[in-house]
């Protein structure tokens, strides 16, 4: 071709250049275009799922909480606020907030400071320290209504194992579900218990994760152990502490299952916390508008909660 | 110093005990009971041990409830979600990780702040979704709201970002296109991002409560939870009937965490946690 039509290929040779040039950048921009195209595909699956399941029912809440609900959740009047201050006026909703509070406060540090010293003594170089390790990490296989059952049965006030083993040592029988003042108690030491394993791990890779040489160091200088755990390895532990906080206060603040199942928020509303307050609303009461406003109104607790936790306790967090 | 040295192990030791003893406990309790026949479990003062390995309570849970029928069902549920996740997460994370698109920190960061909704929020629109979808009594309705996760995409993000680099360059100048990347090179190197992925969030679903307590009402949809908690409620039933029950569900989950807790444990520290 090039022999036969000599003349032609001289003129035409800048026009090539830029036709390949603007070819190149067409492919280019469909490559680009590909590429962005294939990273939506990817993130189709959830994209589309969080929509349905997550992103719609946020916007469904807040609409149901403006309106009143027939049993089958069909929306049948607008109401306004009216029943976020009807749940402010009544007494039920600053009582289930007052247990949940109360049942965090039972639950968190309690669960935390046994955490600590398991994780703590587990992690000493000594002999056997695997199978405490795997004891202490257990209760993770734990699921609330296996946890609640069982408790239940240990709760019993005549034919129970705690009763039996408080008569051993003179102790008179206790109304552990029963009585108002213990059941909420009652049902933290089981809560306790149930999360052990879960606050274990958490702080075990803590611990695991503090620089060995600081510690030796520490030794050498002729710390003992506990000095040693609370002035060196404590301080580099308290991003660990900090994160299981938050955590295990939102935890706390979710709780429902062993409520549901060992006292239904008896006796008296003492064990009502506020999830249960929601469950109540919606699927036994079946209004779903009120429910929904007690679900968005617990939401902005937590969240506010979280909020005070970073502003004030992140302060005294150690980061290294 | 050895004579303080070894009194210090002493109280270690001492403490441990102590501790694993309380801890067990009531795991100990159940599985007494499993073989304890039902005048032995109503005897006072209580019995601690059982006389003999009775093993009629097991069959009469067995025969009492279709306790068969709940573990399928809770194995099908936990096992469609665990596979559902892992998958959606991963090519999420991949998307997240190595691919180029316009949106990407928005999507990301939108992404991060789902982890801050609660399930309560969700739970009362999510029932009446699946309601009026007629999904109600059915695999479907017990699976597909929680075939995604924000806490599966960052967890394997975190895995993909720490492969060699390397690897996709090379990769890339043999003509590799992103899917036979992600297929043939990523997931095989993140296995072990995926089976922690996996093995918690099996055990997260198989203990999962109130959503199967809402969404299923017949018999032969319930779950292992559910089921075990309604034996709790049958006013005649024995308590070692209901023990053997228990044990009979935890036994899967302790398996589990016999052969997976190292993966378990990376999954649970590797950031926040949704319950």
Request: hydrophobic content about 55%; charged content about 10%; some cysteine.
């Amino acid at each position: 071709m090039d022999a036969q039509h000599p003349e032609l290929k001289l003129p035409a040779a800048p026009a090539v250049v830029q036709e390949t040039q603007t070819a190149h950048k067409d492919k280019l921009r469909a490559r680009r275009w590909k590429e962005g195209a294939l990273g939506y595909l990817f993130l189709a699956p959830c994209l589309v799922l969080f929509t349905i399941f997550l992103f719609y029912p946020l916007v469904k809440s807040v609409y149901l909480s403006f309106h009143l609900t027939d049993p089958r959740g069909e929306v049948a009047a607008f109401v306004g606020l009216e029943n976020y201050i009807n749940l402010a006026a009544s007494g039920q909703m600053w009582n289930s907030l007052k247990v949940t509070l109360l049942f965090a406060l039972y639950t968190v540090p309690a669960g935390i400071v046994l955490g600590l010293i398991m994780a703590g003594l587990t992690h000493a170089k000594l002999k056997g320290m695997k199978i405490f390790q795997f004891i202490f990490s257990v209760p993770l296989a734990l699921s609330v209504s296996t946890a609640s059952v069982i408790w239940v049965m240990l709760f019993h006030p005549s034919m129970g194992m705690f009763n039996y083993f408080l008569s051993k040592i003179g102790a008179g029988p206790i109304q552990w579900l029963t009585d108002p003042s213990w059941a909420l108690i009652s049902i933290s030491l089981m809560t306790v218990w149930m999360q052990s394993g879960f606050n274990y791990i958490v702080l075990l890779s803590g611990i695991q994760g503090v620089p060995e040489d600081i510690v030796e160091s520490a030794k050498i200088d002729g710390a003992g152990p506990i000095r040693t755990f609370v002035q060196i390895v404590f301080p580099l532990l308290t991003p660990t502490v900090f994160f299981l906080s938050v955590v295990s206060i939102i935890h706390a603040f979710q709780s429902f299952g062993q409520i549901h199942l060992m006292t239904k928020g008896g006796p008296a509303g003492s064990t009502e916390v506020f999830v249960y307050s929601i469950y109540k609303e919606a699927f036994i009461n079946y209004q779903f508008g009120t429910g929904s406003a007690l679900a968005l109104t617990l939401f902005a607790i937590i969240m506010i909660l979280t909020f005070i936790q970073f502003a004030v306790l992140e302060k005294k967090v150690h980061y290294q | 110093m050895s004579m303080r040295k070894s009194l210090n192990k002493a109280v270690i030791y001492g403490i441990l005990a102590v501790l694993a003893a309380l801890m067990m406990y009531p795991l100990i309790f159940t599985f007494m009971s499993v073989f304890m026949t039902a005048p032995e479990m109503n005897q006072y003062p209580p019995k601690l041990f059982p006389s003999s390995l009775y093993l009629g309570g097991l069959q009469s849970v067995l025969e009492l409830i279709p306790l068969d029928r709940f573990v399928i069902n809770s194995f099908v549920m936990s096992g469609i979600i665990m596979i559902g996740q892992v998958i959606t997460a991963a090519m999420a994370a991949y998307a997240f990780s190595y691919i180029q698109f316009p949106g990407k920190n928005a999507w990301f960061a939108i992404f991060l702040s789902t982890m801050m909704i609660p399930w309560e929020v969700t739970i009362i629109p999510n029932y009446l979704t699946i309601k009026s979808w007629g999904w109600m009594d059915s695999y479907q309705g017990l699976t597909v709201p929680f075939l995604a996760s924000a806490f599966g995409v960052f967890l394997l993000r975190q895995f993909f970002l720490q492969l060699p680099k390397e690897l996709f360059e090379a990769a890339k100048i043999d003509g590799c296109g992103h899917i036979r990347h992600f297929i043939t090179i990523v997931l095989p190197l993140a296995r072990p991002g995926l089976a922690s992925l996996g093995v918690y969030v099996f055990l997260t679903n198989w203990n999962m409560y109130l959503w199967p307590l809402l969404i299923t009402n017949s018999v032969e949809m319930r779950t292992v939870q559910i089921g075990i908690s309604m034996l709790q409620f049958e006013e005649y039933t024995a308590w070692n009937i209901v023990l053997c029950g228990v044990a009979l569900v935890l036994l899967p989950s302790l398996l589990l965490l016999v052969f997976g807790l190292r993966q378990l444990a990376r999954g649970i520290t590797a950031g926040a946690v949704k319950g």
